[in-house]
């Protein structure tokens, strides 16, 4: 059998068992919005840990991640400070899963809103969830065309990698709602790493053992054992830095933040926080083991670096890179049903809850479950034009944008003076500093300096709006949920005494 007949049929199985799996989900999900975005707020520590994992672990683990540390070596040890994103949580994931245990909260922007007691909050917290959540999503798209392309020999193209994985999630996400994405979630998360690993492990001894990848490494390659970012020599800039916030804002992505919503209890909540970081390492260094290995067994190089892993088992191992290439898929597949259920929620939830109140009637929960769909149709389009795109940078673009959400929830719990108006300035202002700075809006960029980018930026105008105008506004609209949600938390934190 060849290789590629042996790649379908390998892809055929495995998306079968996935739709299958979906409608045993479907058999049990009740027809209600909170069933089908957060599977009944019942989810327990294996499934939670497991959803997270492929969640978090994306085709940016098993595909841009070994292609970064090819490109880059040593400079792209940036991506480590994603281990410390549950200390961010540490201070918030079990007052958010109380909170919305006892209010019914589904969206980020359902909290936000309510406590703020502002539509214009509801209606910023959708637009910037969505912003983020749709790049991130198509490059789990094309990171799966390309190796799809790659592992083939370019016998099966860019275009059905990404027309075959579209079709599967819009199937099992109409059908199953979150209690499916988090079935899958598990399967996947365990295949993804599973393979993973033991690519880690072949590759080395490919590359001759490890002294020798190594030694090539720290011999031919000595610029890339430094740690500064790769187009660097002689400093780091504030780029470099710059980096280390995107952790920050990573853990503010909708689909992340449901996840807090989903679990059964607030311990299953904290040990999950807990299993993040372990996990997060090993996946992560096992990345840098399969990128720096490409260095030994294709000396030549390649035009295309997201392509790596392909090159790497095409040649050795062809069978065994129909197997990565489901790696690349359960990778995506995980990623991109969670953040598409998320994207659904905010329309549905947030934009819809706008217009009208009943949020919880039949006619609005067929609409949720065809707005994912319909955005998977978009989503599949748009990955179609951006063969030749940086995974890398779309992820990045993704993760940035949530950063604004930051000043708005720590005040919600920690400052007495947050108000209404600071929120919605906070994230709508911010937003549009990070536009303008992102993509040059009118040439208004040359009035933000260049040290500083758009992160950075969206961030620092989020903080100022949101202190200034909350300081020069009123707290009192606010004054009665600060005392409610002190009292359903039973800590004092949102207490408005001084």
């Known amino acids: 059998m060849s290789v590629v007949n042996f790649t379908i049929i390998l892809l055929i199985l495995y998306l079968v ?30 499934a939670l840990i497991g959803t997270t994992m492929a969640s978090i672990f994306s085709t940016g683990t098993v595909v ?25 949580y540490f201070f918030l994931a079990t007052k958010m899963w109380r909170l919305g245990k006892s209010k019914g909260y589904i969206t980020p922007g359902d909290m936000l809103g309510d406590f703020y007691k502002s539509k214009s909050v509801v209606f910023w917290c959708a637009a910037i969830g969505l912003l983020a959540l749709l790049p991130y999503a198509v490059a789990q798209l094309v990171a799966i065309g390309k190796t799809f392309e790659s592992l083939t020999g370019g016998k099966s193209t860019y275009f059905w990698g990404v027309t075959v994985v579209s079709i599967s999630i819009a199937l099992y996400m109409y059908f199953g709602g979150a209690r499916a994405v988090v079935w899958t979630d598990m399967i996947q998360g365990f295949i993804f790493a599973t393979l993973l690993i033991i690519a880690g492990f072949l590759l080395v001894g490919w590359a001759g053992g490890w002294d020798n990848m190594i030694g090539t490494l720290t011999t031919d390659y000595a610029h890339k054992t430094s740690f500064l970012p790769h187009e660097e020599t002689a400093k780091v800039t504030w780029r ?54 490409a260095h030994v067994i294709l000396p030549e190089g390649l035009q295309d670096a997201d392509s790596v892993l392909g090159a790497l088992f095409s040649e050795n191992a062809p069978y065994f890179g129909a197997c990565i290439l489901v ?107 990070f536009l303008i700075k992102q993509f040059k809006i009118f040439g208004l960029d ?30 009192e609209s606010i004054r009665g949920m600060q005392q409610e949600y002190d009292e359903i938390l039973g800590t004092g934190v949102a207490s408005p005494a001084d």
């Not at 841009?64 to 961010?88: H, K, L, N, T």
């Open 446 to 475: 040359a009035l933000l300096p260049a040290p500083l980018g758009s992160i950075s930026w969206g961030l620092l105008a989020s903080i100022v709006f949101f202190v200034v105008v909350s300081l020069l506004t009123s707290s």
């Open 240 to 293: 470099y830095y710059e980096l280390g916030l995107l952790p920050l804002s990573f853990s503010f992505l909708p689909y992340i933040w449901q996840r807090m919503y989903m679990a059964r209890s607030a311990t299953h909540v904290a040990k999950n926080l807990m299993a993040v970081p372990i996990i997060f390492v090993v996946l992560f260094f096992t990345t840098w083991v399969i990128g720096t290995s």
């Open 17 to 46: 068992g996935l739709k299958f799996l979906s409608y045993f989900a479907h058999r049990i999900s009740t027809r209600s919005a909170e069933d089908y975005f957060l599977a009944g707020r019942n989810i327990g520590l294996i």
């Open 327 to 433: 790696a690349a898929f359960a990778a995506g597949m995980s990623t991109v049903d969670s953040q598409l259920l998320s994207a659904g929620s905010l329309i549905t939830h947030d934009l819809g809850g706008i217009v009208t109140k009943d949020r919880e009637s039949a006619g609005v929960f067929i609409f949720g479950k065809w707005s994912t769909v319909i955005l998977m149709a978009l989503l599949y389009l748009w990955a179609l034009t951006l063969q030749s795109a940086s995974i890398l940078n779309l992820i990045i673009l993704g993760i940035s944008l949530t950063i604004m959400y930051i000043p708005c929830v720590f005040g919600m719990f920690y400052w007495k003076k947050a108000t209404t108006a600071g929120a919605a300035w906070s994230m709508g202002g911010g937003l549009v500093v």
């Open 64 to 88: 841009s991640s070994p292609s970064e540390f090819y490109r880059q070596g040593s400079g792209y040890f940036w991506v480590f400070f994603f281990a410390f994103m549950p200390v961010v």
